[in-house]
């Protein structure tokens, strides 16, 4: 049984990452914006508030990663070694759309992140 300050701290965690491509898409749309409006010379702060909401489903992901009770070490290693490799998008977004299947055991034979 786990201890009820881990579940707090993973309900969150599960929170933040399932609330992170909305945000993505959010810092997408005033990427655009910024860039249709600003095209003279873009509104600094609106441009700062995009990017850290573009790069915060990927910070997400690997937080999730690092720091969830889900996920056995094997697991984990798996997943960070797949989110530093060159298919890391793929990766991310593969990560994003499991679910809770994510934290299941892989087949012997089956590779957990394809």
């Known amino acids: 049984m786990r201890a ?3 579940a707090v701290g993973d309900r969150v965690l599960d929170a933040i ?3 992170s491509p909305v945000l993505a898409c959010l810092g997408l749309a005033g990427m655009f914006v910024t860039i249709a409006l600003g095209f003279e010379e873009p509104n600094r702060a609106m441009l700062g508030v995009s990017s ?3 790069l915060m489903a990927l910070m997400s992901v690997v937080v999730h990663v ?3 009770s889900h996920l056995t070490h094997a697991r984990r290693r ?3 070694r ?3 490799s060159p298919a890391a998008i793929s990766a991310f977004s593969r990560y994003l759309r499991l ?3 994510r934290t299941q055991p892989a087949r012997s034979d ?3 992140i394809r």
């Open 4 to 6: 009820p300050h881990r």
């Open 17 to 19: 990452l399932a609330a």
């Open 52 to 54: 850290c909401l573009l």
């Open 66 to 68: 690092a720091l969830t």
């Open 78 to 80: 798996t997943w960070l």
């Open 82 to 84: 797949a989110l530093g």
């Open 99 to 101: 679910g809770t299947h």
């Open 110 to 112: 089956e590779d957990p």
